[in-house]
T-cell receptor, first 114, second 112 residues
Framework: EAGVTQSPTHLIKTRGQQATLRCSPI?????VYWYQQALGLGLQFLLW???????NRGNFPPRFSGRQFPNYSSELNVNALELEDSALYLC?????????????FGEGSRLTVL | GNSVTQMEGPVTLSEEAFLTINCTYT??????LFWYVQYPGEGLQLLLK?????DKGSNKGFEATYRKETTSFHLEKGSVQVSDSAVYFC???????????FGGGTRVLVKP
């Protein structure tokens, strides 16, 4: 069974441009989560989608947005890129929406803003 | 809101040493608790979990016990190997929501 897949693996942009990152969840998973892992270690929650709807949003500006498609894949868009947006962006999916289930993570998309 | 605090690294150990990574949390309700591991160049993998008080999660020689009275979920391994070198994240999933809240991560380096 395929895991969570993310594309592109690496992306280089310049300040002011837009970046689009994509995520395909594990088959059957309806929830998709996005996290930012900036230089250092910490994981910051960005967005949670379930059944096509945005369910929760972290403390990020509106230029971070996304959507979930009918096949449950998801897209993260970052507009007006800033240098501090350089980070590893991790997507995760889960099968159930109860709090005992784990999230399954992809290997991430590394965004570099020059 | 929910929060997780874990000891800062890096933690440097010799092979076969005992490893403890402290993790404490703040949450309303009855969260589930997780340890994830991130090996170099890879995404996060679930290491173990516990979903209620006094549960013990275990995997690959690692253990952690959900202690509600001390709001802790410390990770332990009795004899580490070089292959255990990684970043370890403690996380909780609250009763009221579904996202994972992570601690800051602890880098562990095991030397031969």
């Amino acid at each position: 069974e395929a895991g969570v897949t993310q594309s592109p693996t690496h992306l280089i942009k310049t300040r002011g441009q837009q970046a689009t990152l994509r995520c395909s969840p594990i088959s059957g998973h309806t929830s998709v989560y996005w996290y930012q892992q900036a230089l250092g270690l910490g994981l910051q929650f960005l967005l949670w989608y379930d059944e096509g709807e945005e369910r929760n949003r972290g403390n990020f500006p509106p230029r971070f947005s996304g959507r979930q498609f009918p096949n449950y894949s998801s897209e993260l868009n970052v507009n007006a890129l800033e240098l501090e947006d350089s980070a590893l962006y991790l997507c995760a999916s889960s099968l159930v929406t109860i709090n005992t289930g784990e999230l399954f993570f992809g290997e991430g998309s590394r965004l570099t803003v020059l | 809101g929910n929060s997780v605090t874990q000891m800062e690294g890096p933690v440097t150990l010799s092979e076969e040493a005992f490893l403890t990574i402290n993790c404490t949390y703040t949450a309303t309700g009855y969260p589930s608790l997780f340890w994830y591991v991130q090996y170099p160049g890879e995404g996060l993998q679930l290491l173990l979990k516990a979903t209620k008080a006094d549960d013990k999660g275990s995997n690959k020689g690692f253990e952690a016990t959900y202690r509600k009275e001390t709001t802790s979920f410390h990770l332990e391994k009795g004899s580490v190997q070089v292959s255990d070198s990684a970043v370890y994240f403690c996380a909780l999933r609250g009763a009221a929501g579904n996202k994972l809240t992570f601690g800051g991560g602890t880098r562990v380096l095991v030397k031969p």
